[in-house]
């Protein structure tokens, strides 16, 4: 018995031990960010989701060098009428990343619910989970290839009864790199995977083209700061709308 006892401790100690220091090599991998930007609008998926002076900005922790991520990203402009908070976590190998992003905008011009940030009903939740999965082709091709599903939220059909699970498709490569100059194109379509009687989807009244980009960035450096600034121009073909903005990152910690 004293020995099953002995033994018993023994292993109990060796798994206390190696549980510590499997939390120590995840720590020593571990690191905190964070950033921010200013730029003239904020764009996304061929919407201009806010216009004026907009600050944007990032806080995340990554485990596993970079492996794993997860942080929480916000927004406002100047002029207080937008207003951002969401929640992101991803994972990252090699070429691939899988994200799942938790996007609440509670701007006071909002025509869904922007008053309950916990509401998680499917019916009356005024957010959307986003699932992201993206493939950087690599250096020698640097193609990015990325689809996202809403799974989940605001992106309802008419009757309020199903998820269309609304999905947007992008493409995006450097056409051209000198120095510290930097220009970049993409295209992305969205569609509906749940049609659910109409061809509405998140991003527009049906399926097609809703975001053109043409995006240039020069390193900008500033007391031996990189602060890079960038001119983006955007095209929805969809809805027959354009838009430019002018950016830069603040700082990138």
């Not at 994200?99 to 959307?128: C, P, V």
């Not at 955007?234 to 809805?239: F, G, K, R, T, Y």
């Amino acid at each position: 018995i004293l020995r099953c006892l002995v033994g018993s401790e023994m292993c109990i100690r060796d798994r206390y031990i190696g549980l510590l220091l499997m939390l120590f090599s995840l720590e020593a991998t571990a690191q905190l960010h964070m950033k921010a930007n200013l730029q003239t609008n904020h764009l996304w998926r061929g919407i201009e989701v806010a216009d004026g002076l907009v600050i944007t900005g990032d806080v995340n922790y990554s485990l596993c060098n970079g492996l794993f991520n997860l942080g929480f990203w916000g927004g406002t402009n100047t002029q207080g009428t937008y207003k951002e908070f969401n929640n992101h976590i991803s994972f990252q190998y090699k070429g691939f990343s899988l994200a799942l992003w938790d996007t609440y905008n509670f701007s006071t011009g909002a025509t869904y619910n922007n008053k309950e940030f916990f509401n998680y009903k499917a019916h009356s939740t005024g957010r959307f989970l986003d699932a992201i999965l993206n493939y950087y082709c690599g250096e020698r091709f640097p193609l990015l290839i990325s689809w996202s599903t809403i799974v989940f939220g605001r992106d309802r059909n008419k009757e309020n009864t199903a998820n269309k699970y609304s999905t947007f498709c992008y493409l995006e490569y450097p056409i051209y790199t000198k120095s510290r100059w930097h220009a970049d194109a993409g295209i992305g379509g969205a569609f509906a995977l749940n049609k659910a009687g109409s061809k509405t989807n998140f991003y527009g009244n049906t399926n097609g083209i809703v975001h053109v980009l043409l995006k240039v960035t020069f390193d900008w450096t500033l007391a031996k700061h990189t602060m890079p600034i960038h001119a983006c121009m955007v095209w929805n073909p969809q809805a027959d709308r354009a838009f430019f903005q002018l950016g830069i990152q603040l700082f990138n910690l």
